[in-house]
């Protein structure tokens, strides 16, 4: 699974910017979620990208509502 990063902005210390109101996830955060999906659907071949953008787009949506995050990973059979 190979995807290009965007480099992100440091702050003076040379660490990136920890901004907890940030909607846009960390590829870290958006590769683990990823991983979860690869995972729960018995390492299918070829569907990287689709379980990368659903990943963000979730991450994404959780930090934009007021409603708190949904638990992860989700518990078996929580329709995924």
């Keep these: 699974m190979q995807h290009h990063l965007t480099p992100r902005p440091m702050n003076i210390a040379g ?17 683990l979620r990823a991983y979860g999906y690869y995972e729960q659907e018995n390492f299918p071949e070829n569907r990287d990208l689709e379980h990368w953008y659903r990943a963000e787009r979730e991450l994404i949506e ?3 509502s007021d409603t708190p ?3 992860w990973p989700p518990e078996s059979g929580a329709g995924v």
């Excluded at 660490?15 to 590769?31: L, T």
């Design 69 to 71: 995050p949904a638990p």
């Design 15 to 31: 660490s990136p910017n920890e901004n907890p109101q940030r909607k846009e996830p960390m590829p870290e955060e958006i590769a």
């Design 62 to 64: 959780e930090r934009s």
